[in-house]
């Protein structure tokens, strides 16, 4: 396999969205994902070649842009002619210290650290941080049937700035890639991202090498004490034996070949639409980019190693997704240079005053939406690590004993739960994950939202005096939510069994 690199300019603000929660505000992703740089490249190939819609019937087309021959990564930010990559997450810093460690290799001991956010390159044994620079900016909302803006009702772009340098490569065959630099050419400007037709999204990509060997980085693969480090430089999605997307650290150990372990994760989806058909791609659960394990591997498995290096791990490798790379942490002392404050997001001042009524009622309906969402994820990731599932028909009644009333309380539920027939618990006895049956499982369970993960929901709710743990109509609510997309996964799953679809 043979790469390119290429270098992306951006010439004004670019917003490549990215789902938070809040209705009010578009947020932007900090790099430039591979599914939009192969949208740069498709539309721009059927503007020059005027395909119209069936473009999809051309040979070229769909050998570069639809088969995967081609392979457009991620682009991540350039500092200091540098190109850098998503700081590991398992490199971290002391809490109001400056020490820093890789905990895939040591546990510091009486010492309390934490995640180090954004990009990063070595410099021997030196980590060189940097953030992308974002704004925010308010816009009205226009009544398309009028033409004018909707008085009082203002939503927020975050948005990259421009005057910023990312960098990526295009990996496949060397004649598939001389081939399709020939018809791009050396330079060109386009647009990626959302409102490309206002002022967002104007970008200059350049070819900035030869075609080349792929070398997915740094690392040189040893195998010193037969471990070695794995480290995500994008998202991974994986499939399961059912066809849904998982989290599952056995399914990677599965997909790979090898044993972790250790690992260091942090899980997200993936979702995204597809302007040119008008559709939307279904949600997908991933290993975000970052997550690192310890691998165990001996020398003999180093070709093996240098494939997987090369060639990625899991799904839509040819969108960016499942790059990987060996030995690039490495047991050594670690000190950092820190200079995410130069790069950081423009800082906004609070208005003096006391927030608006309207304000409140927006930031808990926002901090709301986003705890529902996560405790779907959760419920996702949880119903796909059970084995040996009940029939259909018990799920489904288990679903409609959830759904009977919009907000069950708990207590009822496990009621209705302990008046099944034997055969039925016996049933959910049988059905396990790795630590519990489903009936213990089921009876066990509740909503605690310290473990959705979202740091900042307790920091916002105190601003408008809203504390979602402490709201018993609400984690009820939360709680038929979690079951109801449990048993809906659950179902899926038999469905997908007994070749029902």
């Given at each position: ?180 630099t020939g018809f791009f050419g050396k330079k060109f400007i386009a647009y990626t991202g959302r409102s ?255 473990m959705i993960g979202k740091d900042k929901i307790k920091e916002f709710g105190k601003e408008v005096n ?10 009820a609510e939360l709680y038929r939510i979690y079951f109801t997309t449990f048993f809906a996964i659950m ?11």
């Amino acid at each position: 396999m043979q790469k390119i690199k290429y270098r992306l300019s951006t010439l004004s603000p670019v917003l490549i969205t990215v789902n938070i929660g809040d209705v009010n505000t578009v947020n932007t992703n900090n790099f430039i994902n591979g599914r939009s740089l192969l949208g740069v490249f498709a539309n721009n190939y059927i503007k020059k070649t005027k395909a119209g819609r069936d473009v999809h019937l051309d040979e070229k087309f769909y050998r570069w842009f639809l088969k995967g021959d081609l392979r457009f990564s991620n682009a991540y930010p350039v500092d200091k002619n540098t190109p850098c990559f998503p700081v590991p997450l398992s490199i971290q810093k002391e809490k109001n210290g400056k020490e820093i460690f890789d905990l895939l290799f040591e546990e510091p001991e009486n010492k309390q650290t934490e995640a180090i956010p954004g990009f990063g390159f070595w410099e021997n044994s030196i980590l060189s941080t940097c953030k992308v620079k974002k704004s925010l900016n308010f816009h009205h909302k226009r009544d398309r049937e009028k033409g004018s803006s909707e008085k009082g009702q203002i939503f927020n772009y975050e948005s990259i700035d421009g005057g910023q340098v990312f960098e990526g490569n295009i990996s496949g065959p060397e004649e598939l890639l001389r081939d399709f630099t020939g018809f791009f050419g050396k330079k060109f400007i386009a647009y990626t991202g959302r409102s490309r037709k206002t002022q967002y999204g104007k970008i200059e990509m350049e070819f900035i090498s030869a075609i080349e060997p792929y070398e997915a980085g740094t690392g040189d693969i040893k195998t010193d004490n037969e471990t070695v480090s794995m480290t995500l430089l994008s998202d991974l999605i994986l499939y399961n034996d059912y066809g849904f997307s998982t989290t599952d650290v056995d399914i990677l150990e599965k997909c790979t070949g090898f044993k972790i372990e250790k690992s260091f994760i942090r899980t997200g989806t993936i979702s995204n639409y597809i302007s040119v058909w008008h559709l939307r791609k279904p949600s997908d659960l991933c290993f975000l980019a970052g997550s690192t394990f310890l691998v165990k591997a001996s020398q003999n498995d180093r070709d093996k190693l240098l494939k997987l290096q090369e060639e990625g791990i899991g799904e839509r490798k040819n969108e960016g997704f499942g790059r990987v790379i060996f030995n690039w942490q490495k047991k050594a002392r670690l000190t950092g240079k820190d200079e995410q404050k130069e790069q950081n997001t423009k800082e906004l001042s609070r208005p003096a005053g006391a927030i608006p009524e309207i304000a409140k009622e927006i930031v808990k309906k926002s901090i709301k939406d986003l705890i529902e969402r996560e405790i779907k994820i959760l419920a996702i990731k949880d119903a796909d690590r059970f084995r040996k599932l009940p029939t259909k028909s018990l799920i489904g009644r288990l679903e409609a004993m959830i759904k009977k009333s919009k907000t069950i309380e708990r207590d009822k539920f496990i009621s209705n739960l302990e008046l099944l027939r034997k055969s039925a618990k016996d049933k959910l006895c049988r059905c396990r994950n790795d630590k519990k049956t489903l009936y213990d499982f089921i009876k066990d369970y509740k909503v605690n939202i310290d473990m959705i993960g979202k740091d900042k929901i307790k920091e916002f709710g105190k601003e408008v005096n809203f504390y979602p743990e402490h709201d018993s109509e609400f984690l009820a609510e939360l709680y038929r939510i979690y079951f109801t997309t449990f048993f809906a996964i659950m179902r899926k799953r038999v469905n997908k069994e007994k070749g029902e679809g």
